[in-house]
């Protein structure tokens, strides 16, 4: 596998409800009227969406540099920190992707937020952000499947997440064709569609996967923070 890349439909991705409300302010209680019906409006837009989609790149040897925060892939040095390369002291590969939900649905949100109806913009923004990372544990699954037995993969990590410097997002993108998924970034090194997410995944017979590691992280916008018991 090397450069491999992935679309979805709303069906293929697992959408955690749950969560969902908890971000919405209701933890374990229904949405009351009329943010009831926004929700539910706002899942029938996503069940139609046509532009989820990834695309993944296997890149190795890699080098790790702990002492300095840095791994070197494919002629690239990434400035990950301490703590990453402690994550991924024993990938032999790294896993890049680029994930999105897709322009559609960042559009529209963005419409409704600005426009007449911001709380229903809102709640598709949160549906979108939910989208986004159903997506990417879609992919996550799927390269999973793909690899040899031997194998095993880490959770995935983020420029701006757990001290991974913001500006290696410009080395990431470089690793792919131009706008990978349809993805670009701006002067700012935000994403845009908004509504997607890259970063990198450790490969290799040693490393091992944990689901949020919420103590490696300082973030206070990540919403498994905010959901975490």
């Not at 963005?110 to 007449?116: I, K, T």
């Not at 701006?160 to 997002?169: A, F, L, R, T």
């Not at 091992?208 to 498994?224: E, I, T, V």
Request: proline share 5%.
């Amino acid at each position: 596998m090397s450069t491999t890349e992935y679309h979805f439909q709303y069906t293929d991705l697992s959408l955690d409800h749950q969560n969902l409300q908890a971000i919405l302010g209701y933890p374990g209680e229904p949405l009351p009227a009329p943010f009831d019906g926004y929700l539910k409006e706002a899942l029938v837009f996503a069940s139609k969406l046509e532009d989820i989609q990834a695309v993944c790149r296997l890149v190795g040897p890699i080098q790790m540099e702990p002492s300095k925060g840095i791994m070197v892939a494919d002629g690239q040095i990434f400035n990950i920190g301490k703590t990453l390369c402690k994550e991924l002291k024993h990938a032999e590969e790294l896993l890049f992707f680029v994930c999105t939900a897709g322009k559609t649905i960042s559009e529209k949100a963005a419409e409704l937020l600005m426009g007449e109806d911001p709380a229903k913009g809102y709640i598709l923004d949160q549906v979108g952000i939910f989208l986004t990372e159903a997506a990417g544990n879609r992919m996550q699954q799927l390269v999973r499947e793909e690899l040899t037995s031997e194998k095993k993969i880490t959770n995935r990590y983020s420029p701006g997440y757990c001290h991974w410097e913001v500006s290696d997002q410009q080395k990431l993108f470089s690793l792919f064709q131009p706008a990978p998924c349809g993805v670009t970034l701006t002067s700012s090194l935000l994403m845009n569609p908004v509504k997607s997410i890259s970063g990198v995944i450790g490969v290799g017979r040693s490393v091992s996967y944990r689901d949020y590691p919420c103590k490696l992280c300082l973030s206070d916008h990540c919403m498994y923070r905010k959901t975490a018991s």
